[in-house]
Nanobody, 117 residues
Framework: EVQLQASGGGLVQAGGSLRLSCAVSGITLKDYSVGWFRRVPGKQSEEVGCISSKNDNTYYPDLVKGRFIISRVNSENTVYLLMNSLRPEDTAVYYC??????????WGQGTQVTVSS
């Protein structure tokens, strides 16, 4: 059974940092790209970054570029999302996703991040 478990969320003041973890089991992590997404009630889910299975290339949308960093430790079956300079608008439930072409796509339970002003 494939499982992804996001953790590390919590309450932080604006300007602070949090590091989220995505613990993966049931798959060989190095063979998968992993993305982080977030969702606010009433809004569409948005991607906040991903790390590829090839060369660990990373991608960040403009809204988090320069503030968020994704890394992975395949031997620990874990992917991290370091979030710096947090803003109240970063408040959301954060999810991780592991995917591999052609059609393997797994989601984990989310972790709540709340940024106070």
């Amino acid at each position: 059974e494939v499982q992804l478990q996001a953790s590390g969320g919590g309450l932080v003041q604006a300007g602070g940092s949090l590091r989220l973890s995505c613990a993966v089991s049931g798959i060989t992590l190095k063979d998968y790209s992993v993305g982080w997404f977030r969702r606010v009630p009433g809004k569409q889910s948005e991607e906040v970054g991903c790390i590829s299975s090839k060369n660990d290339n990373t991608y960040y949308p403009d809204l988090v570029k320069g503030r968020f960093i994704i890394s992975r430790v395949n031997s620990e079956n874990t992917v991290y999302l370091l979030m710096n300079s947090l803003r109240p608008e970063d408040t959301a439930v954060y999810y991780c996703n592991a995917n591999q072409y052609p059609g393997y796509d797994y989601w984990g339970q989310g972790t709540q991040v709340t940024v106070s002003s």
